[in-house]
T-cell receptor
Framework: DTAVSQTPKYLVTQMGNDKSIKCEQNLGHDTMYWYKQDSKKFLKIMFSYNNKELIINETVPNRFSPKSPDKAHLNLHINSLELGDSAVYFCASSDEGTGNTIYFGEGSWLTVV | GNSVTQMEGPVTLSEEAFLTINCTYTATGYPSLFWYVQYPGEGLQLLLK?????DKGSNKGFEATYRKETTSFHLEKGSVQVSDSAVYFCALQTGANNLFFGTGTRLTVIP
C-alpha cells in the first residue's frame, strides 16, 4: 500500500504545454506539500496545504497552481511549460500525530523539450 | 534564518569501510533533524530522525546524534555495503513544518 502516491512518474512534454501531476495520500494526514528537486539535486519547498488551505507559498512562478480538492489530494498544474521547469517534483504529507515527520512520494520526473 | 550545510560529495568508499557524512545547521528555535536517502532512480525515503538535543536516530545500521552544542547531526555507519550507494540529504524542520534540505551527498560504495 503506497502511502503517498503521485502520477505520472515520468512525463516528457513540449514547451508551452499545460500539464498536471496528481498526488494522493492514504495516511490521513492533514498537511500536504510539493517540493522541487533541480538538476543539481537541490530540494526546495514550493507549496504547503493544511486541510485544503494554502499555508506555504514560496516564490514560484504563477504558472504553477496547486489544487487541493480534499485533504487527501494535492495536485500540481503547470501552465505554459518552460525548459527550466524540467525537474523532479515530490509530493509529501505530514501530520501532528506522527510528530510532523514529512513523508514523500516517489517523485515525478518532468522533462520539457 | 534556517539552513543546512552538509559535506560535499561525491564520496567513494570500499565495501565495509566506515562512513561519516557531516551535517551542520543554523536554525531559529529548536528544530527536528532528519536524514533522508534517495536511491538511484527512486524517491526520497526517511532514513532516521531526532527531535531534541542528544537524541540519537538510527536505522539500517546508520546513526546520527543531535548535537546542540556543535549544531551538528553527522551521519555514520560502521560498515557500508554496495546497496548503500545513494544520495543522502540532511534536513531540519521548524515549527512551520517546512523542511530545509542540505545539498545532498552522493555516496558510491565499490565492492
Amino acid at each position: 500500500d503506497t502511502a503517498v502516491s503521485q502520477t505520472p512518474k515520468y512525463l516528457v512534454t513540449q514547451m508551452g504545454n499545460d500539464k498536471s501531476i496528481k498526488c494522493e495520500q492514504n495516511l490521513g494526514h492533514d498537511t500536504m506539500y510539493w517540493y522541487k528537486q533541480d538538476s543539481k539535486k537541490f530540494l526546495k519547498i514550493m507549496f504547503s496545504y493544511n486541510n485544503k488551505e494554502l499555508i506555504i507559498n514560496e516564490t514560484v512562478p504563477n504558472r504553477f497552481s496547486p489544487k487541493s480538492p480534499d485533504k487527501a489530494h494535492l495536485n500540481l498544474h503547470i501552465n505554459s511549460l518552460e525548459l527550466g521547469d524540467s525537474a523532479v517534483y515530490f509530493c509529501a504529507s505530514s501530520d501532528e500525530g506522527t510528530g510532523n515527520t514529512i513523508y514523500f512520494g516517489e517523485g515525478s520526473w518532468l522533462t520539457v523539450v | 534564518g534556517n539552513s543546512v550545510t552538509q559535506m560535499e560529495g561525491p564520496v567513494t568508499l570500499s565495501e565495509e569501510a566506515f562512513l561519516t557524512i557531516n551535517c551542520t545547521y543554523t536554525a531559529t528555535g529548536y528544530p527536528s533533524l532528519f536524514w533522508y536517502v534517495q536511491y538511484p532512480g527512486e524517491g526520497l525515503q526517511l532514513l532516521l530522525k531526532a527531535t531534541k538535543a542528544d537524541d540519537k536516530g538510527s536505522n539500517k545500521g546508520f546513526e546520527a546524534t543531535y548535537r546542540k552544542e556543535t549544531t551538528s547531526f553527522h551521519l555514520e555507519k560502521g560498515s557500508v555495503q554496495v546497496s548503500d550507494s545513494a544520495v543522502y540529504f540532511c534536513a531540519l524542520q521548524t515549527g512551520a513544518n517546512n523542511l530545509f534540505f542540505g545539498t545532498g551527498t552522493r555516496l558510491t560504495v565499490i565492492p
